[in-house]
């Protein structure tokens, strides 16, 4: 049987998502790297120590490894796209939240949420 052309639709389904998720996941990585090249500044302007910023850039990645099964099972019982949405949403919004930070607690705290969402 020749070949027409066309794609089956499973195929699509993964170009789509790829298409779609890839340009988030790039941003999202950006994002949580980004802190690595203002720490100096921001240890700087806050009188951080080096255990302090020790504390606050792995503040992230704690929660983020930490609240990876639970987030897998609300994907499951909620679907991908509901969480995705709330997943992004709650990254924006504590992105967007992070630079109002006034003190060591204050950073941890919105850097600790930033890793849940």
């Not at 298409?19 to 950006?30: E, H, N, R």
């Not at 790297?33 to 302090?52: G, K, S």
């Not at 020790?54 to 099972?73: D, N, R």
Request: without cysteine.
């Amino acid at each position: 049987m020749a070949n027409t052309g066309t794609t089956t639709p499973g195929r699509v389904r993964w170009w789509m998502a790829g298409l779609l998720l890839g340009p988030i996941t790039f941003f999202m990585s950006l994002d949580r790297t980004a802190i690595v090249i203002a720490a100096p500044t921001i240890q700087a302007e806050y009188h951080f120590t080096l255990v302090q910023m020790s504390f606050l850039l792995t503040s992230f990645s704690w929660t983020y490894a930490l609240l990876q099964v639970p987030s897998g099972w609300l994907a499951e019982r909620f679907g991908p796209r509901k969480m995705l949405y709330w997943a992004n949403f709650l990254w924006s919004l504590l992105t967007a939240l992070t630079p109002a930070g006034s003190g060591f607690a204050s950073f941890v705290v919105s850097r600790g949420l930033l890793g849940a969402g």
